[in-house]
């Protein structure tokens, strides 16, 4: 079933434990850290299942219910570009600065029930648990979020011998006849406070040995044991998208998971005990792939949004006849268009995967993801260029309107040939919350890690390049009788 916005908030209205500090949060509905997020997620719910979009955002099979196109395994392109359009809807809503919304993670799951005999390695025989966990979340129509790295200094499981203290990275602690518990500690649980259930993995490699670390699971997050240790927020007030444009409806958090003594049973694991098959279910099937192309698609809707910003705030400053202005906004137009020529390629030049399976086009998606790392920097730059000082003439706050000398002082002295003053100090705190709050600072850092340091990237790129074509076309020119005179 498809479920309303209200539907969602009610699920994760009680039973989960999540601290800001030492604040143990109640109703994380109505919070004021995260009420105007919330009313984000179930804008978004709501959004998927308007009629007006369901030619697309809405996939039927023979034997199930209506569910979300993102739950759908690609059997052909339309498939894919069903799947685009439902990312591009969503991405659209939230100007592209809502990384991990519903989307992301139901793509990685959705990718590894395509090759469920992945999930079968010696005595243990999860893909029939993989295949039900995947079923589940597509009929409730479920918010998953992930964990799937160890916390940073615990990567290497030596450096804690001899030091009297246990390694605190995640890891089974005990083995039952019904199931394993779970104790220590993983990142980073994206908005995981609006999310129904917890994937637990690792997408970073373990060593050899590392077998108690290595499990593959699903846990509710109001699971008894499991704690949501929150960053700051970055809007502590009420939802007042005038005072804060994207960080009151756009923070979806970032989180460390403390799992103490956590029971999982057993159709709730998927890899266990298995270093190596914990990673390859990542990579060996369409996961990792069809996960990341919901990346580039919400990296390019902020790439519009921002290129927009950037044309207004020049219109504004009346610097739009520049010849450098305008070669700074032709450059984030061509970025703007390079990039969606990029993301439709991996839908125009699908993958075959078996069973009857297509995925997008992994060289392409790499390709994008190294592309979106190395520029966001220098895009956020440009447009910090093009506003200039513009953020910082604008008075503290619109609450001079309140006062009627003041507001005639602001309109007549703040304004703009072609701008009036308030839409002026509304375009420019837009701007500020792109470049200078906590909120655009998060997004630095997020754009350049959500997927892995930019080594991890370059490396995605490395593993799948064609070099033996490319060595072949050096060999042929190398043989040619033109190289050999």
Known sequence: MLRSGVEQLESIRDGRRVLIGSERVGDV????????????????????????HAAFAVSTDEDADPYSSYFLKPRTQDDLRKRAATHRLIAGKTFGMWGRSMDHVASFLTG??????????????FGANIQAFYDKARKEDAYVSYAINPPQGTRNPAGFDGTGFDNPSLRVVAETDDGIVLSGLKMLATAGVFSNYLFIGNITPLAPGQTAEAVTCVVPLAAEGVSLWMRKPYDGGPSDPARAPLSARYDETDAMVLCKDVKVPWENVFTYREPAQTRRIFFETPAHSLGNHQSNIRF???????????????ACTEAGQIPAVKEALGRLASLEALLGGVIEGQIAAPEAWGEGYVGVNRRM?????????????????????????????????????????????????FRTAHVDAEARAQLFRLAWDVIGTEFAGRHQSYEKFYSGGPFAVRAYNYTIADWDGYDTIVDDLLMSSDCGN
């Open 365 to 413: 998606v790499y390709a994008a993801l190294n592309w979106c790392t190395e520029n966001h920097s220098q895009i956020i730059d440009t447009l910090r260029e093009l506003c200039g000082g513009g953020m910082f003439q604008m008075p503290a706050n619109l609450s001079v309107l309140d006062d009627p000398e003041l507001a005639a002082d602001f309109r007549t002295y």
């Open 112 to 125: 590894m029930v395509m090759r469920p005999g992945l999930f079968e390695v010696g005595d243990n025989d």
């Open 300 to 314: 390019h809707e902020k790439l519009k949004m921002i290129a927009g910003l950037a044309h207004k705030v020049v």
């Open 29 to 52: 509905t109505r919070h004021p850290a995260f009420i105007g997020a919330c009313e984000t997620v179930a804008g978004l719910y709501d959004l998927k299942k308007d009629p007006v």
